[in-house]
């Protein structure tokens, strides 16, 4: 495979916004059983019908182990959708996977950022994380697409939404986080943006999501609907943790001017009532050092913003919750082109993330 020394930007290569055409979508299959409950079997069931629900748009590839690769196929045979037998350290393929990036003249290519299990040693999730990090390289490999890697430059794809249009939305408790960059200032974090993106304007949310245990990811918060109008999970209930996580990303949003000069249109979808899990649930988890303690006193980071658009569809989590009916009328009236799929997103929280996060678009060819 070839790994480029020179830059996307240099190149003429832009990070597309996720509602132009795909290709496919990435997955990775969930066995890891210090963060899935009774060895991943309700995850595996529960990814199957994320899959499933993406297949019926364009065509879906999956990573799996050796291990688990007869089950797998036993549980994802479906005509568009593939198997690959990939060794990882868990299933986030939209943090671990490439940042694909298009040109004009039909190639698709892909920045593999260095990956930290979401801290590294200072709060991160799992170590070790090497065949997590190797997830990118290989995918490209498979997919045949050039490869700029960000060596030391942390990154996972959910920290980032895009406009398409030379602006990006990010948190700073995230990437400002020092367990993700501690070397570089926001100015360096934004020229690395720049050049592997071609970004010209980044607007930085201060902080994602209450108890999001990837420390603010922006895809489980705000997220652009189209260029201009960004979609932001909201709460009016002063006593929920959120409020003033959405107080303040609404006033950077109402103030901010994209890329193009636009003042943003901001949508809100109301995030779910606080979701917890279970007692069993808990005690489905295996106990290992550094993982994420499961408690049913801890509140989830539930959120109906981690949706993943789809060629024609949108693929959005759904809670068992009276508000599961009101998002998706807000998705179906923002996408009027789409056609709005809710799948059930309980056990893919209980692992820390939801749709958008266990999922990775890759462009289709532009321009040829
Ligand atoms: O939400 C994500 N993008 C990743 C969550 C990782 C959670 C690991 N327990």
Not at 37 to 61: T, Y
């Amino acid at each position: 495979m070839t790994t480029l020394n020179s830059t996307p930007r240099a190149d003429g290569f832009r990070m597309p916004a996720e509602w132009e055409p795909h290709s496919q979508t990435w997955m990775v299959w969930p066995e890891r059983p210090d963060n899935w409950r009774l060895g991943g079997k309700p995850a595996q069931a529960a990814f199957a019908a994320v899959a499933r629900a993406i297949a019926e748009f364009e065509p879906v590839s999956i990573g799996v182990s050796a291990g688990q690769y007869e089950n797998a196929q036993a549980r994802l045979d479906h005509p568009n959708i593939r198997l690959l037998e990939i060794s990882t350290d868990d299933a986030w393929v939209r943090d671990t996977g490439p940042t694909f990036v298009i040109n004009n003249a039909g190639e698709v290519r892909g920045v593999d950022w260095t990956f930290n299990a979401w801290g590294g040693f200072n709060g991160g999730l799992y170590w070790p994380w090497l065949r997590d990090d190797e997830v990118a390289r290989k995918i490209l490999q498979v997919e045949r697409c050039k490869r700029y890697r960000t060596e030391g430059f942390v990154l996972e794809g959910g920290a980032i939404h895009v406009d398409g249009e030379g602006t990006l939305i990010t948190t700073e408790e995230c990437l400002l986080n020092q367990n993700r960059n501690p070397h570089l200032s926001r100015e360096q974090i934004e020229t690395m943006l720049r050049e592997q993106l071609s970004i010209d304007t980044v607007i930085w949310l201060p902080d994602g999501l209450y108890n999001d245990e990837t420390d603010g990811h922006v895809d489980n918060f705000c997220c652009y609907v189209r260029p201009g109008e960004v979609l932001l999970a909201w709460t009016d209930d002063q006593n929920d943790p959120n409020y003033s996580r959405c107080q303040a990303a609404m006033r950077v949003l109402e103030a901010a001017r994209d890329a193009k000069g636009r003042q943003l249109v901001v949508h809100k979808i109301p995030v779910p009532a606080a979701i917890h899990a279970t007692q069993e649930e808990c005690d489905g988890v295996d106990i290992a050092e550094g993982a994420q303690e499961r408690e049913p006193s801890i509140r989830l980071a539930g959120s109906y913003v981690n949706f993943l658009i789809v060629n024609g569809g949108i693929i959005a989590p759904k809670f068992d919750d009276p508000m599961d009916a009101e998002a998706e009328a807000i998705l179906a009236r923002l996408f009027p082109e789409h056609r709005v799929v809710m799948v059930p997103g309980r056990e893919i929280l209980l692992g820390g993330g939801n749709i958008h996060c266990i999922t990775q678009q890759q462009p289709a060819p532009q321009g040829r």
